[in-house]
């Protein structure tokens, strides 16, 4: 069983950084893929980044350029550094893995709490 915790949500103003980590319960299984998603109100959960060995990570065209996944296999986590945020970033963001890295929601088996990003302008 896969359990992740993510932390390091906030409010922040817009041209901010945030930082957000996930502790994942995998250990070193490598076997996963790991990633960021969000979910604005009133909209469908969407993929941020992901990657499978922390090589090559996908991002969303709206986060590229701003927004840099990190993967530490020997501390169990996963990051996700923000920076330059903008009001259309404040979601509520989740992480997730998957056997398979995929966009599409189906493919993720476990899921996150989440954790809460409030851009404002």
């Known amino acids: 069983q896969v359990q992740l915790v993510e932390s390091g949500g906030g409010s922040v103003q817009a041209g901010g950084s945030l930082r957000l980590s996930c502790a994942a319960s995998i250990g070193t299984d490598t076997r996963y893929c790991m990633g960021w998603f969000r979910q604005a109100p009133g909209k469908e959960r969407e993929a941020v980044t992901y990657?499978?060995?922390?090589?090559?990570?996908y991002y969303a065209d709206s986060v590229k350029g701003r927004f840099t996944t990190s993967r530490d296999n020997t501390k169990n986590t996963l990051s996700l550094q923000m920076n330059r945020l903008k009001p259309e970033d404040t979601a509520m963001y989740y992480c997730a893995a998957a056997l398979a890295c995929s966009g599409r929601l189906e493919s993720w088996n476990y899921w996150g709490q989440g954790t809460r990003v409030t851009v404002s302008s």
């Open positions: 990657t499978y060995n922390g090589l090559n990570p």
